[in-house]
């Protein structure tokens, strides 16, 4: 299979000057020989070798890159030389020419059938005074051209693995080189975006603790100092009555006492304060009986279904919730009944809050349902949190209904919850 690379990788200095000297040695020797019409044949010989290698290889350095025409001029090159090797065995001294031709224009495997053809006529020059016409004489001349034919070839066999082996060594330094650039393309690559993801993740941890924070700010202390001011406005209009000042007066120093103590653990992103020592329904029964007794409309609270463990944040997603329904439902219902539902079902927990409340457009809010100010947008921020919903229905003059919905969590169910009223 011949080489896919070019012939040579460089043409050294000595192949294009020994073969001319060689030859003009050769010829000069010849004159001092011969003579007469034998002379002048070896003499047109010699010229017809020296203007080949002239024409086909000295001037014309791009045919040397054509394995055909390197060819061709390997061939008549060996059979001119093989004349006068027949017609002077002298001649033997140019194959050392012709085995460097071998050597830097044939392509692999046709280089080892040029370097045996080049062995056979050198062996012919060293067999000339041999007498080929008895049995002794024609092995004679058979292990002169072993002697010649085999070494040569094992040398080209040799050269050529060496330097089929170089240039897999070259190329693999090369695909490692190429690797390595590659390798250090991608790390730098690999460190910008790690940079970048890093900055992202320090934007979006600083906008979730942003978002938190104004949420719990919200549940907290803006419905705490608005029932604040609701109790302070009344024990203004109660100055007459002392007994109703002094309870309204209370009612607002414990609502500030549980605002303080709630923006405290909403600092340290603790539970709600309810969820430290009940359940989930127990403590929805405790906020629905505190806002009772603070806004008057009775709160009726169920849960159905079996109750279940939840995750921490989840329950509290949910118990906020419940706080900011019945806050809007103290601010803006006017209503006479206020219902709150927990149900336990097996993919999800659903909490309602249903009042009968002058109740709103949500479509008008915002443009999206339930979609207006920030106690909805907070409520929704919280649920869909944890891959919940959170869907508002309300009409003008029929009151307002709100559902939160969160995954349930698989796991062993507590006893069945009942009904809190």
Not at 181 to 194: C, F, M, S, V
Request: aromatic content about 6%.
């Amino acid at each position: 299979m011949s080489s896919p690379t070019p012939l040579v990788k460089g043409w050294p200095p000595v192949i294009a000057v020994v073969p001319y000297a060689l030859l003009a040695v050769l010829a000069a020797f010849t004159v001092t020989m011969k003579e007469g019409g034998s002379l002048l044949v070896d003499l047109a010989l010699c010229a017809l070798t020296a203007a080949w290698m002239l024409w086909l290889f000295t001037l014309h350095p791009a045919w040397r890159e054509r394995p055909r025409v390197m060819a061709l001029f390997f061939t008549v090159l060996i059979v001119i030389t093989a004349v006068l090797v027949v017609r002077d065995s002298w001649f033997g001294c140019f194959t050392p020419a012709a085995y460097l031709y071998a050597f830097k224009v044939l392509r692999w495997p046709w280089r080892l059938a040029g370097v045996a053809a080049v062995a056979v006529v050198a062996g012919t020059a060293q067999a000339s005074g041999t007498d080929m016409t008895t049995l002794s004489g024609l092995a004679t001349y058979l292990a002169i051209l072993a002697v010649n034919v085999i070494p040569m070839c094992a040398f080209a066999w040799f050269a050529w693995r060496s330097a089929q082996q170089s240039d897999e060594r070259r190329k693999a330094m090369e695909e490692l080189s190429e690797a390595n650039r590659r390798l250090e393309a991608t790390l730098a690559e690999n460190a910008g975006l790690h940079q970048r993801l890093l900055a992202q993740a320090r934007e979006a941890g600083v906008m979730e603790e942003r978002q938190r924070m104004a949420r719990e700010i919200h549940d907290t202390l803006a419905q705490g100092l608005t029932g604040i001011i609701t109790q302070l406005q009344a024990a203004e209009q109660a100055g007459a009555d002392p007994a109703g000042w002094r309870r309204h007066v209370a009612a607002a120093t414990g609502l500030a006492r549980e605002s303080l103590s709630e923006a405290r653990r909403s600092v340290h992103a603790l539970r709600p304060e309810p969820l430290e020592t009940a359940r989930l329904s127990d403590a929805l029964a405790d906020v629905a009986a505190r806002w009772a007794a603070l806004h008057g409309p009775a709160v009726q609270v169920t849960t159905t279904g079996t109750a279940r463990p939840m995750p921490p944040e989840a329950e509290s997603a949910l118990l906020r919730t419940a706080q900011e329904a019945l806050a809007n439902v103290a601010r803006h219902a006017g209503a006479s009944r206020v219902g709150v539902t927990l149900s336990y079902m097996e993919r999800e927990v659903a909490l309602d809050v249903r009042d009968d409340g002058r109740g709103f457009d949500p479509t008008g809010i915002a443009g999206t349902v339930g979609g207006g100010g920030f106690g909805l947008v907070a409520m929704r921020q919280r649920i869909e949190a944890l891959s919940g919903t959170l869907q508002v229905e309300s009409e003008p003059g029929i009151g307002t209904a709100i559902s939160a919905c969160i995954p349930a969590a698989r796991q062993a169910p507590l006893q069945p919850a009942g009904a809190h009223a």
